[in-house]
């Protein structure tokens, strides 16, 4: 069993509309989630990490955790073409000799289509 | 400058070769990672190192090797290359606490 699952879409959402995208883990000792974009071909980068119950909300994107359920989404409001790329969800299962170790999920692609 | 640079950007190599891939960063982290990345698998980690003295080996390690030799160099080493190491490789890295990763621009390796 995987430890992070995300479906891989891809996730078409016209210009304007909500994308709503979500991740499961099974580590129930996960601490800490982060949401990274990719575009195709470049290094991910963060967008969003959250540590508590409840949501989160930077700009146009919200994330939202629920730990008893295990699993955290990311909300995008208003898509923007320029919004298509892989999200990535990572997960930090505890912190081990002082530092972080993610574990990455294998992407969701979003379209954002105009 | 980038705050993390990865050497080379693109590579193509032969069966059997030695090859290094060299990441340097000027955050100031402690913590760096090596990555790679393959369709459908996504990110997978190869080796880990919270100082210069610590070396971890990661979730698929056979087939690497790594040396930190400064707080801010981190290398990988492939010994004999294969072309299943054929992948986008990333170098990360994190401060102290839970604030994710940098990555670097990554090197695209191609083992023919």
């Known amino acids: 069993q995987k430890e992070v699952e995300q479906n891989s879409g891809p996730l078409s959402v016209p210009e304007g509309a909500i994308a709503s995208l979500n991740c499961t883990y099974s580590?129930?000792?996960?601490?800490?989630f982060f949401w990274y974009r990719q575009y195709s071909g470049k290094s991910p980068e963060l967008i969003m990490f959250?540590?508590?119950?409840g949501d989160k909300e930077d700009g146009r994107f919200t994330a939202q955790l629920n730990k008893a359920s295990q699993y955290v989404s990311l909300l995008i409001r208003d898509s923007q073409p320029s919004d298509s790329a892989t999200y990535l969800c990572?997960?930090?299962?505890?912190?081990?000799?002082?530092?972080?170790?993610?574990?990455f999920g294998t992407g969701t692609q979003l379209k954002v289509e105009l | 400058d980038a705050d993390v640079t990865q050497t080379p950007r693109n590579r193509i190599t032969k069966t059997g070769k030695r090859i290094m891939l060299e990441c340097s960063q000027t955050?100031?982290?402690?913590?760096m990672y090596w990555y790679r990345q393959d369709p459908g698998l996504g990110l997978r980690l190869i080796y880990y190192s919270f100082d210069v003295k610590d070396i971890n080996k990661g979730e698929i390690s056979d087939g690497y090797s790594v040396s930190r030799q400064a707080q801010a160099k981190f290398s990988l080493s492939l010994e004999s290359a294969i072309p299943n190491q054929t992948a986008l490789y990333f170098c990360?890295?994190?401060?102290?606490?839970?604030?994710?990763?940098?990555f670097g621009s990554g090197t695209r390796l191609t083992v023919v």
């Open positions: 580590d129930r000792g996960s601490q800490s």
């Open positions: 955050k100031g982290h402690d913590r």
């Open positions: 990572a997960v930090n299962s505890g912190i081990t000799g002082g530092g972080n170790k993610l574990t």
């Open positions: 990360a890295t994190s401060g102290r606490g839970n604030y994710g990763y940098t």
């Open positions: 959250i540590y508590s119950n």
